[in-house]
């Protein structure tokens, strides 16, 4: 397979899912196929870059980025830009016709953008037009952009994936004590006060069941979420641990992870559950059926009902079944490695 010149674009060096697929693609990335060059606003996560040497900082203004990407596509011959958001996907688009160069623009969609809120067909008339390949993390967001307008050609489906070398399964032969978990920042979107209902339903069923819930995360509802669990009386079941720099060592210490965000594409929390043997329970919202198969991989719950989290949640309790965690992390292994989606992406850099 020849060579490439690529340039991945971030907002900045922070935490969040974006750019966790950002750091993950520039640690992975091979080096002898590809030559890789990254750039993004410098922030507390710079450590998490392997290739430091092929760094580039730009600051938040956009007249320093273009100007600083521009020099970089120039001194480095830049063939592909990968942009990870739509904004540095429209500045790619500026720079290839301001400098008329024969750049390739592929553009990772994560999340719904202020522009498809704004007016969606202006959204797919960008994409189609000035974007050569637009990559969707899950087949659900896929469907949505076709839906917007995006033209089929133009879209292709690269999963989330994980290292499995960073996640190493944990098979339990039984549950002991019981552990409850939810991974995710104290945002409203993540939906806290929520998982806080599921945990006061199961402690007050009538079938008593010994268990511990833990809180992962740091964030603006902070102290929301604690004077919430305190007005019920929950502080002996419900633990915040504040922010969790390492996921395996949460992940695997619970026995259920739970998802119940109001907005979410494709977490890349349910595939780390999954690889390490932790039983997932998700709503069904996003792409997560691409991962979660109810009742094989785990188990989706249709709606916000906090009836059928804490029923779900007994039921697992009651009847703990090892081939679900078995049949997860065979699912990840398969599809969500990375590994595979890396292999994916270099040929993509090559032939786009």
Same mark, same amino acid.
């Given at each position: 397979?020849?060579?490439?010149?690529?340039?991945?674009? /971030?907002?900045?060096?922070?935490?969040?899912? /974006?750019?966790?697929?950002?750091? &993950?693609?520039?640690?992975?990335?091979?080096?002898?196929?590809?030559?890789?060059?990254?750039?993004?606003?410098?922030?507390?996560?710079?450590?998490?870059?392997?290739?430091?040497?092929?760094?580039?900082?730009?600051?938040?203004?956009?007249?320093?980025?273009?100007?600083?990407?521009?020099?970089?596509?120039?001194?480095?011959?830049?063939?592909?830009?990968?942009?990870?958001?739509?904004? !540095?996907?429209?500045?790619?688009?500026?720079?290839?016709?301001?400098?008329?160069?024969?750049?390739?623009?592929?553009?990772?969609?994560?999340?719904?953008?202020?522009?498809?809120?704004?007016?969606?067909? !202006?959204?797919?008339?960008?994409?189609?037009?000035?974007?050569?390949?637009?990559?969707?993390?899950?087949?659900?967001?896929?469907?949505?952009?076709?839906?917007?307008?995006?033209?089929?050609?133009?879209?292709?489906?690269?999963?989330?994936?994980?290292?499995?070398?960073?996640?190493?399964?944990?098979?339990?032969?039984?549950?002991?004590?019981? &552990?409850?978990?939810? !991974?995710?920042? !104290?945002?409203?979107?993540?939906?806290?006060?929520?998982?806080?209902?599921?945990?006061?339903?199961?402690?007050?069923?009538?079938? &008593?069941?010994?268990?511990?819930?833990?809180?992962?995360?740091?964030?603006?509802?902070?102290?929301?979420?604690?004077?919430?669990?305190?007005?019920?009386?929950?502080?002996?079941?419900?633990?915040?641990?504040?922010?969790?720099?390492?996921?395996?060592?949460?992940?695997?210490?619970?026995?259920?992870?739970?998802?119940?965000?109001?907005?979410?594409?494709?977490?890349?929390?349910?595939?780390?559950?999954?690889?390490?043997?932790?039983?997932?329970?998700?709503?069904?919202?996003?792409?997560?059926?691409?991962?979660?198969?109810?009742?094989?991989?785990?188990?989706?719950?249709?709606?916000?009902?906090?009836?059928?989290?804490?029923?779900?949640?007994?039921?697992?309790?009651?009847?703990?079944?090892?081939?679900?965690? &078995?049949?997860?992390?065979?699912?990840?292994?398969?599809?969500?490695?990375?590994?595979?989606?890396?292999?994916?992406?270099?040929?993509?850099?090559?032939?786009?």
């Amino acid at each position: 397979m020849k060579s490439a010149n690529v340039l991945f674009l /971030a907002e900045e060096l922070r935490v969040g899912g /974006a750019e966790t697929y950002f750091y &993950k693609i520039e640690n992975k990335v091979d080096l002898e196929k590809i030559n890789f060059y990254t750039a993004a606003v410098n922030g507390k996560c710079f450590d998490k870059l392997k290739n430091k040497h092929n760094y580039f900082e730009y600051e938040k203004n956009i007249f320093n980025k273009v100007k600083t990407i521009k020099d970089i596509v120039v001194s480095k011959d830049i063939e592909v830009i990968h942009a990870n958001s739509l904004r !540095l996907a429209i500045i790619s688009s500026i720079i290839k016709k301001m400098y008329r160069k024969k750049l390739k623009i592929v553009y990772t969609k994560h999340n719904i953008t202020i522009l498809e809120k704004i007016n969606t067909k !202006l959204f797919s008339a960008f994409v189609n037009k000035n974007v050569d390949k637009v990559l969707a993390v899950c087949n659900k967001d896929r469907e949505n952009m076709i839906s917007l307008g995006v033209l089929k050609e133009k879209i292709q489906v690269i999963p989330n994936s994980i290292d499995l070398s960073h996640f190493k399964f944990k098979e339990k032969a039984s549950i002991k004590d019981f &552990k409850i978990g939810m !991974l995710a920042r !104290l945002s409203r979107e993540k939906n806290h006060q929520f998982f806080i209902e599921v945990v006061e339903k199961i402690n007050s069923l009538n079938e &008593k069941i010994d268990f511990k819930a833990f809180i992962g995360g740091d964030g603006p509802l902070k102290e929301e979420i604690q004077n919430n669990i305190a007005e019920k009386n929950l502080k002996h079941r419900v633990k915040m641990l504040g922010n969790v720099e390492n996921s395996y060592e949460f992940l695997a210490d619970v026995d259920v992870i739970l998802l119940v965000s109001t907005r979410e594409v494709f977490p890349m929390t349910l595939l780390e559950a999954m690889a390490v043997g932790a039983v997932v329970i998700s709503v069904d919202i996003g792409g997560i059926r691409d991962c979660v198969i109810d009742e094989k991989t785990g188990y989706v719950i249709k709606d916000y009902d906090s009836d059928s989290f804490a029923t779900k949640i007994t039921e697992v309790y009651k009847n703990y079944d090892k081939n679900i965690i &078995k049949d997860a992390r065979k699912l990840v292994e398969e599809r969500f490695n990375l590994d595979i989606t890396m292999g994916e992406l270099e040929k993509l850099y090559v032939e786009v």
